[in-house]
């Protein structure tokens, strides 16, 4: 089965500056897609960026990148210039290429600082 | 742009009653996804439906059902609710992936229906 650890409940950032969030999975899978979802006080589940697996370039989004090492099956999130914003819950995901279905990690609370 | 949408977003219950959550995916939109998200825990899978046919069962009691109709709209139905059932239920559409079939393209989330169980 798989699984998505994220090891850090809570991360804070002084405004404009970077912070990276940490993300492992373990899976016997060859197809997958990785995700990061935002979720806000309004509990929406935002799409932030998404990894396919067979890819080998880190995809990136604006102020958002991911470090992607595949053999360590590891999937960090890079905030950079951050922005009050960007203070939310959020989770890594795991799509899996044969059913589609998502399997989340427990999350991070970001907490941005004036 | 058009997004997904549930009804209703809040929902209030008695113990053993039931419920229907409805959800309406994203146009052109083949694939549906289940998830329950009880308080301060992440998302968990209950069920999917691609092209109108179940494609994936989770952790979903054998006390809900759910069905994609031929609109591909998607309803949840919960029986004898628990309090326990007490959580924020999403649905999530995707559209037919480049090559075809299931987990190929991203999900989008509609905005959630709070279901509350007294």
């Known amino acids: 089965a798989q699984t998505v650890t994220q090891s850090q409940p809570e991360m804070s950032v002084q405004e404009a500056e970077t912070v990276t969030l940490s993300c492992t999975y373990d899976t016997s899978e060859s197809d997958y897609y990785l995700f990061w979802y935002k979720q806000p006080p309004s509990r929406q589940m935002i799409l932030v960026i998404r990894?396919?697996?067979?890819?080998?370039q880190n995809a990136t989004e604006n102020r958002f990148s991911v470090n992607f090492q595949k053999a360590a099956k590891s999937f960090s999130l890079k905030i950079s210039d951050s922005q009050l914003g960007d203070a939310a819950m959020y989770f890594c995901?795991?799509?899996?290429?044969?059913?589609?279905?998502?399997?989340f990690g427990q999350g991070t609370t970001l907490q941005v600082k004036p | 742009a058009a997004g997904v949408i549930q009804s209703p977003r809040h929902l209030i219950k008695e113990k053993r009653e039931t419920a229907t959550l409805k959800c309406y995916p994203i146009?052109?939109?083949?694939?549906v996804y289940w998830y329950q998200q009880g308080p301060g825990q992440d998302p968990q899978f209950l069920i999917s439906?691609?092209?109108?046919?179940?494609?994936d069962k989770g952790s979903i009691p054998d006390r809900f059902s759910a069905q994609q109709f031929s609109d591909y709209h998607s309803e949840l139905n919960m029986s004898s609710l628990e309090l326990g059932d007490s959580a924020l239920y999403f649905c999530?559409?995707?559209?037919?992936?480049?090559?075809?079939?299931?987990?190929?393209?991203?999900?989008?989330f509609g905005p959630g229906t709070r279901l509350t169980v007294l």
């Open positions: 995901a795991y799509g899996s290429g044969n059913t589609g279905k998502l399997i």
């Open positions: 439906f691609y092209e109108k046919m179940q494609s």
């Open positions: 990894q396919e697996a067979y890819k080998q």
């Open positions: 999530a559409s995707s559209p037919p992936g480049l090559a075809g079939g299931l987990g190929t393209d991203t999900q989008y």
């Open positions: 146009p052109r939109h083949d694939t």
